[in-house]
């Protein structure tokens, strides 16, 4: 059984960290939301691609960790380079972990978000406006088209992004994992990429709107091969993304080496 991570995030929280988002870190972070959110939807309607908008969604992830007062070290970079096309897995920690993972992936990618981000003024319109896909993993068959989309983005060569825990952890500590990560991965024959993020709880964890600014890294390993992989092997291959963002993150009672059999040459 593995062990349970610490979080240093202090309970309660010092007023100063309330004053500080409420008066400081909240309105930066709305205005930014605002201007890029708003920039992005006029290009939407030029940039058939995507491209531009990736760009402004990148340049807002930054400004957001840098305005949230947090710094961000992305580790195994070269992870992420090695095999652009794939499914990027990581855990879910905040709402904050959406913005780290566009500031740390550097190319554009599709999103699997859930549906409920949609309406939700600027941001709901990036995600509709750039071809991100909604899921709905309470309605089977709502689920079962997304990843069809999904597998058609990532055979038309685009890389996508998935938080196979479906929700946020609300301990800080791993959930269990959702199959859907695995199954694109394994539909289309790309690499299943796990990446750990760490100091994101910390820094706004569920159930609270104040922020508790540190050092936020995302974390790429080794991209697991699913060549010749089934369908038949989604449980597997969950298990394996699971047990290596566990190791990723350092959870206590865990091996932190990577083996051979479980990433590509």
Same mark, same amino acid.
């Given at each position: 059984?593995?062990?349970?991570?610490?979080?240093?995030?202090?309970?309660?929280?010092?007023?100063?960290?309330?004053?500080?988002?409420?008066?400081?870190?909240? $309105?930066?972070? /709305?205005?930014?939301?605002?201007?890029?959110?708003?920039?992005?939807?006029?290009?939407?309607?030029?940039?058939?691609?995507?491209?531009?908008?990736?760009? &402004?969604?990148?340049?807002?992830?930054?400004?957001?960790?840098?305005?949230?007062?947090?710094?961000?070290?992305?580790?195994?970079?070269? *992870?992420?380079?090695?095999?652009?096309?794939?499914?990027?897995?990581?855990?879910?920690?905040?709402?904050?972990?959406?913005?780290?993972?566009?500031?740390?992936? $550097?190319?554009?990618?599709? &999103?699997?978000?859930?549906?409920? @981000?949609?309406?939700?003024?600027?941001?709901?319109?990036?995600?509709?406006?750039?071809?991100?896909?909604?899921?709905?993993?309470?309605?089977?068959?709502?689920? @079962?088209?997304?990843?069809?989309?999904?597998?058609?983005?990532?055979?038309?060569?685009?890389?996508?992004?998935?938080?196979?825990?479906?929700?946020?952890? %609300?301990?800080?500590? @791993?959930?269990?994992?959702?199959? !859907?990560?695995?199954?694109?991965?394994?539909?289309?024959?790309?690499?299943?990429? $796990?990446?750990?993020?760490?100091?994101?709880?910390?820094?706004? %964890?569920?159930?609270?709107?104040?922020?508790?600014?540190?050092?936020? /890294?995302?974390? =790429?390993?080794?991209?697991?091969?699913? /060549? !010749?992989?089934? $369908?038949?092997?989604?449980?597997?291959?969950?298990?394996?993304?699971?047990?290596?963002?566990?190791?990723?993150?350092?959870?206590?009672?865990?091996?932190?080496?990577?083996?051979?059999? *479980?990433?590509? =040459?």
């Amino acid at each position: 059984m593995w062990g349970r991570i610490v979080s240093r995030r202090p309970n309660p929280l010092p007023r100063v960290y309330r004053w500080r988002t409420n008066l400081i870190h909240i $309105p930066l972070m /709305t205005l930014a939301t605002a201007v890029c959110g708003s920039l992005s939807l006029l290009l939407s309607f030029v940039d058939k691609h995507g491209r531009a908008q990736y760009r &402004i969604a990148h340049v807002w992830a930054r400004l957001l960790v840098f305005l949230s007062g947090c710094s961000l070290t992305v580790r195994g970079a070269e *992870n992420l380079r090695k095999y652009p096309v794939g499914v990027y897995a990581s855990n879910h920690t905040s709402y904050m972990d959406t913005p780290v993972v566009f500031a740390a992936l $550097p190319f554009q990618f599709r &999103i699997l978000a859930k549906k409920e @981000l949609w309406p939700i003024a600027f941001i709901g319109w990036y995600l509709d406006s750039s071809g991100q896909i909604p899921i709905d993993t309470r309605n089977p068959r709502a689920t @079962l088209h997304s990843l069809a989309v999904g597998v058609k983005a990532l055979r038309s060569g685009m890389p996508l992004f998935v938080f196979p825990e479906g929700g946020r952890t %609300p301990t800080g500590e @791993l959930q269990n994992f959702l199959s !859907g990560a695995a199954y694109l991965a394994i539909r289309a024959q790309v690499p299943l990429v $796990p990446i750990a993020l760490t100091g994101v709880y910390d820094l706004l %964890p569920i159930h609270t709107r104040y922020l508790y600014p540190g050092e936020l /890294t995302a974390t =790429a390993g080794q991209p697991i091969d699913t /060549t !010749g992989m089934t $369908p038949r092997q989604t449980d597997e291959l969950t298990e394996r993304l699971r047990t290596a963002i566990a190791e990723l993150r350092g959870d206590p009672g865990t091996a932190r080496a990577e083996t051979p059999e *479980n990433a590509l =040459a």
